[in-house]
């Protein structure tokens, strides 16, 4: 039997000291590549006789590495078919903040499923003997031997094991053990999947005599002189000497020598980086050095001496096949999607990425906040009794993270902080860790969220504040915490603040992105933050054709699971951007167009860089349709300030009528790194209100309404404008010939996840079904026609409950079809009752339209082209657009609201054998249009459950209320609800 070594509280037992990770000319074996696997459900049992040379493994297993186990293709080298785990109880498992193992330190299960892996590789001659093993990352806990010879355990799933070995000429054979839980377990609960196997790069890395045992690059940028110093500490194998040579800089140094040279400063949008190299007789080193400055001065985050203001967002490492196997394709992408929609930050939630991620950030520009790989959420259960960083015996364990931490990192000019951890409660401990830290790297702030008394943290920090909480952060006005001393109270109110988690992205959302930032312009001590999340942790279904994501209550036979909580990104799983990116792209503009009088004014909030690398052009339009377009003599702004030029003057006489916009847009002159040149990093929409005429009914731009084809009688019903209606309901029957129904009074929308916020009070959609939204009943009071014009009077309410809404449609024909206004009022107990502690709220107050399934096409003017709600709105421009019906929708893997279209002026409806119909609102209308109702749309699990109903359903709306992102965030803002007050709204259908 073995001793346990995954149960040991302990650091990693025979690694050679953490250092940088860093390209290199020394020899490199990538040991990547076909690797045997023989997968025990047990540890008990797997002996040793695995690590002999000549060990038959004819009837083990092919697997990948790097990879996840319980994401590949176990593939028999005897032959049969290959095996996956997908989907199974042993396979990938998913909790938030449940630990997948009984809180019992050290101990984890007897089944504990242990993978043994095995390679047999070849050393190439002149490869020498002495060599570094690397692993960059194997979750959770391993043991490894070379050649028969144990060479060490560890834990740290996401942190490099280095050793030194010695290597044979030829054939070499490694044997690496891995359990997929340990006593790691209990510092890696992090809300994310389970995810077992050697699943970064391993690597054997020559270590020559005088081979480069570590290097630290000090680049300071002094803004007051412009001057760049720098220090590259080295220690040689051997002793021997190193000297640092920067070209560009004219700069040849020794080790430990510091010189002083004018630089251009490295930031995220200007990330100046200065190529160099580092040598020995028998190897180099490529530097890439990024000159800053990173301090904290009266309470204000500072980069080269200017505030830093994160516009970011936290990423995990996830994509849809492989789990938090990524290759560089990938990262890049996401750098690309990151820059493109103005993100400048990243928060490596929550643990130190794949290394190359972090140098593709010094290259491309992002700050990161660089987490380590700790998380004892799960102690929450036990109330947080025996939690690591309160326990001293784990302190050596938990400070060695953050060593091979920042070790590995701290040359990256983009790491601009070091976070301790996630989610692990208090501790004594975070003082040896900070401590820990600081005996390497002095020259980064230290962050600590969870810790109410900010004791060992440089910043201010919390997660998931409401706006009236930010601004009272911002203000300096916030409430003290409980148990929290009035030095830590005193210290804490002079610190600088971050939002780590905000504004949470899970299915439909988030709203008040602009409200964030609004709150972020006005206050000096807040320095940004980091939207929750990147990307939805969503995996592939192969098994099932069409269902784009797996989400952790698919794993239906494991307690507990996470659910959803895995699905909460502004990507979709395979990378598609969700709707909510582009509220971001423009929530973070780093450049803000403003009109001011006859004047465009650009406000440059970038950290570094002038807008000459932007031109600045603009378009007027009349409903959507290209009047004129110029291009402006913009001069460029400094990093800070503000430049304006004169709108040019347009030709107002052929601008007249309608609704004229004018369109002004900042598109970047050359190609960059991340996206071709021509790409908009700012826009702003202004309406001239002096070019407008009082809005015509019928205008001359949207398609011609076909002629009726059928004329009806009353006979029929009640004949109105060429239209039909029910003599009972008062209910349009008929328009244009076609079957076109409603209105029905709908308060109902299909929850989003944020409508659901984390149960009690945030539970909206609790709410809605309880008092019966969802099944609405009608009575119709009284149909009168009067001449042209016809009234309907109905109360709507629902079953047990004495709240209603009594409301009157007043139909009128007009020229082509009929006008229609809907009044409504709120009758009966909509506020608490003896019964009902809470006020009643609803998400809709709109109408609902029942239409032939032969619509397939909808052109509007309006928001678009994406869907609007009232706080998610700024990203969309107001135009004239053309869809599909079906591509209206937004496939969330959770089905729910989705695909409205606010504040619609007109739009057209056509198809196959249906007259064409167009709808206008009075002024503005929101609009939604799919083939299921929204009852249909909450009832599906999956959109694969999503059927057509045979109709189209149309909803015109007079308000929806707001995404907000209350699923872990605070409630919706009361702003963007749905007052229960006296409305009217009125549209016209024209056929
Ligand atoms: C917060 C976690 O830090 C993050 O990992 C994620 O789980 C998020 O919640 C929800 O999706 S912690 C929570 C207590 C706010």
Redesign the pocket.
């Known amino acids: 039997m073995n001793d346990a070594y995954w149960e040991r509280i302990g650091p990693s037992v025979g690694t050679r000291r953490p250092r940088a990770d860093a390209p290199s000319d020394a020899p490199r074996l990538s040991l990547n590549g076909d690797w045997r696997f023989r997968l025990s459900p047990t540890t008990a049992g797997t002996g040793e006789e695995f690590l002999a040379d000549d060990v038959d493994d004819a009837q083990w297993d092919a697997i990948a590495v790097p990879s996840h186990w319980v994401l590949e293709e176990i593939t028999p080298l005897a032959g049969g078919p290959a095996r996956s785990l997908r989907g199974d109880a042993e396979g990938p498992l998913y909790t ?2 449940a630990l997948p193992i009984p809180l019992d330190p050290p101990r984890v299960p007897h089944e504990n499923p242990t993978g043994d892996y095995r390679l047999a590789f070849d050393v190439p001659e002149g490869f020498g003997t002495h060599a570094v093993l690397r692993f960059r990352g194997v979750d959770s806990c391993a043991k490894a031997w070379l050649n028969g010879h144990e060479l060490g355990h560890w834990t740290g799933s996401r942190l490099p094991a280095e050793f030194d070995v010695t290597v044979r000429p030829g054939r070499n054979v490694l044997c690496v053990r891995v359990h997929r839980w340990s006593i790691g377990t209990y510092l890696e609960d ?3 999947w389970w995810l077992p196997g050697i699943f970064r790069d391993v690597d054997l890395l020559a270590r020559p005599a005088a081979a480069i045992d570590d290097h630290h690059v000090h680049a300071d940028f002094d803004p007051a002189t412009g001057l760049g110093t720098l220090r590259v500490d080295v220690s040689v194998g051997d002793g021997s000497a190193a000297r640092i040579a920067v070209p560009e800089l004219s700069l040849d140094l020794d080790a430990g020598e510091t010189a002083s040279v004018p630089v251009h400063p490295w930031s995220a949008d200007a990330p100046r980086l200065y190529r160099g190299t580092l040598s020995t007789r028998d190897e180099t080193i490529e530097l890439a050095i990024g000159f800053r400055r990173i301090e904290i001065a009266d309470g204000v985050l500072l980069a080269n001496g200017r505030p830093l203001r994160f516009r970011g967002v ?1 990423r995990h490492e996830h994509h849809p096949r492989t789990g938090r196997t990524l290759d560089r394709a990938t990262m890049v992408r996401d750098i690309e999607l990151m820059k493109q929609h103005n993100i400048d930050a990243v928060r490596t ?2 643990y130190p990425p794949h290394p190359e991620f972090l140098s593709l950030c010094d290259e491309y520009g992002l700050w990161v906040v660089d987490e380590c790989d700790l ?1 004892t ?1 799960g102690f929450i259960y036990a109330g947080w009794q025996g939690n690591p960083p309160d326990e001293p015996e784990w302190y050596p364990m938990l400070a060695e993270r953050l060593e091979r931490m920042v070790h590995r990192d701290k040359n990256h000019p983009s790491v601009v902080m070091w976070s301790m951890a ?2 692990s409660g208090a501790g004594r401990g975070f003082e040896v860790l900070r401590e820990s830290i600081l005996s390497i790297d002095g020259s980064r702030p230290i962050l600590y969220e969870r810790d109410p008394s900010y004791r060992d943290s440089d910043l201010y920090a919390v ?2 504040p409401s706006l009236e909480a930010l601004e009272l952060i911002g203000r300096g006005d916030e409430p003290r915490p409980d148990g929290v001393s009035d030095d830590d109270d005193a210290r804490r109110r002079t610190l600088p603040f971050v939002l780590v ?1 905000y504004a ?1 992205a ?1 299915g439909n959302g988030p709203g008040s992105l602009q409200d964030y930032e609004r709150i972020f312009d006005a206050h000096p001590r807040l320095s940004g933050g980091f939207i ?2 990147w990307i939805d942790h969503g995996f592939d279904r192969p098994d099932l054709p069409g269902e784009r994501v797996m989400h952790g209550g698919d794993v239906d036979g494991y307690r507990p699971n996470g659910g959803r ?1 895995c699905l ?1 990104g502004l990507l979709f799983a395979d990378r598609t951007p969700s709707p909510a990116l582009a509220e971001v792209a423009k929530a973070f503009e780093p450049v803000r167009l403003t009109i001011d009088g006859g004047d465009l004014v650009l406000r440059n909030q970038r950290h570094a860089r002038d807008t000459a690398d932007l031109r600045v052009t603009c378009t007027l339009d009349r409903d959507g349709e290209r009047l004129a377009q110029a291009e402006l003599p913009m001069p460029a702004a400094l990093a800070g300030g503000e430049s304006r030029c004169a709108l040019p003057t347009f030709d107002t006489e052929a601008a007249q009528g309608g609704e004229v916009w004018l369109t002004v847009e900042a598109r970047t002159r050359d190609d960059a790194p991340w996206a071709a040149a021509g790409h908009v990093v700012a826009w702003a929409q202004h309406r001239m209100p002096d070019l407008e005429l009082p809005a015509a009914p019928a205008r001359a731009a949207p398609p011609p309404a076909r002629t009726v084809t059928r004329r009806p009688s009353g006979d029929d019903g009640i004949a109105l404008g060429g239209a039909l209606f029910d003599r009972d309901s008062g209910r349009l029957l008929e328009l244009g010939g076609a079957p076109v129904e409603g209105p029905w009074l709908d308060l109902f929308r299909a929850p989003t996840e944020n409508d659901r916020g984390q149960g009690g009070r945030n539970d909206l959609a609790a709410v809605w079904t309880a008092v019966g939204l969802d099944r609405l009943v009608h009575r119709t009071e009284r149909v009168t026609l009067t001449g042209e014009s016809l009234e309907v009077v109905t109360r709507t309410g629902a079953a047990a409950h004495p709240h209603r809404v009594e409301h009157t449609a007043s139909w009128r024909a007009i020229d082509g079809g009929l006008e229609l206004t809907m009044r409504v009022e709120f009758k009966g107990p909509w506020s608490p009752t003896p019964h009902r502690a809470r006020d009643i709220v609803v998400p809709r107050l709109g109408s609902r339209w029942r239409l032939p399934a032969g619509y397939t096409r909808v052109e509007w003017f309006g928001h678009g082209p994406g869907e609007t709600y009232v706080d998610s709105i700024e990203g969309s421009r107001v135009g004239r657009y053309a869809a599909d019906i079906d591509d209206l929708a937004v496939p969330y893997p959770t089905p729910q609201e989705n695909g409205n279209r606010s504040r619609t002026r007109w739009l057209a409806l056509e198809g196959l054998g249906v007259p064409a119909l167009r709808i206008e609102g009075a002024p503005l209308i929101d609009v939604t249009a799919r083939r299921h109702t929204s009852e249909q749309l909450a009832d599906a699990r999956s959109p694969l459950e999503l059927r057509d109903s045979g109709h189209v359903w149309l909803n015109l709306d007079q308000r929806q209320q707001g995404l907000g992102s209350a ?2 965030g605070p409630a919706l803002p009361e702003q963007y609800r749905v007052p229960l007050e006296p409305a009217e709204w009125t549209i016209r259908l024209l056929a």
């Open positions: 938030n903040t992090q809300d994310q936290n939630s929550h998380e959420h996630n989610e997660m998931y988690e949470h899970m929750w999340e909580y909460d699923s872990v």
